[in-house]
């Protein structure tokens, strides 16, 4: 058999192209568990997504944001944005309730059923009222 060097075959598979820069040598560092806690809660606050480039941001004095999040605050808000949007199904079904009144029942019966819907709707108002004032308290406070 002839022993000659054989050239790869381009076969046209897919796959990820490689790097222009790969990063291949390793670094190991040991921690005590107090110094390991700390360092992943820095890790956590500091936002970036892998560990490596965070601590290659460490290492070579690169800045880098501690953003926090306020889980209550986030609950909060997405609370708020149901609250809102179930009342703005309210006020659709508002308007139908009064169109039907008006076209299916007579003057004094739709009056009565209206004068009901009124005052629910008063007291809807006041609670509204309250949730604006508890969002106002809310953003003082915490935002």
């Known amino acids: 058999m002839n022993e000659e060097k054989r050239e790869p075959r381009n076969r046209r ?29 820095l890790f ?13 941001a460490r290492i070579f004095a690169d800045e880098f944001r501690v953003v926090k999040t306020d889980a209550s605050a986030i609950e909060f808000t997405a609370k708020l944005t149901a609250l809102h949007s179930q ?6 079904n508002y308007n139908q309730i009064v169109k039907e009144l008006h076209s299916n029942f007579g003057e004094k019966k739709a009056l009565a059923l209206l004068y009901k819907l009124e005052t ?7 609670i509204g009222r309250e949730v604006m004032g ?3 308290q809310f953003k003082e406070k915490y935002l």
Do not use: M, W, Y
């Not at 820069?21 to 107090?34: G, H, I």
């Not at 009342?87 to 659709?92: A, L, P």
């Not at 629910?120 to 006041?126: I, N, S």
């Open 13 to 41: 598979k897919g796959g990820r192209p490689p790097k222009n820069d790969p990063a291949k040598c390793r670094l190991t560092v040991n921690l005590t568990d107090t110094q390991h806690a700390e360092f992943l809660s």
């Open 44 to 56: 956590e606050q500091s936002g970036v997504q892998s560990l490596s480039a965070f601590i290659c």
């Open 87 to 92: 009342f703005r199904s309210v006020g659709v």
């Open 120 to 126: 629910a709707t008063v007291e809807l108002a006041a």
């Open 134 to 136: 508890l969002c106002e």
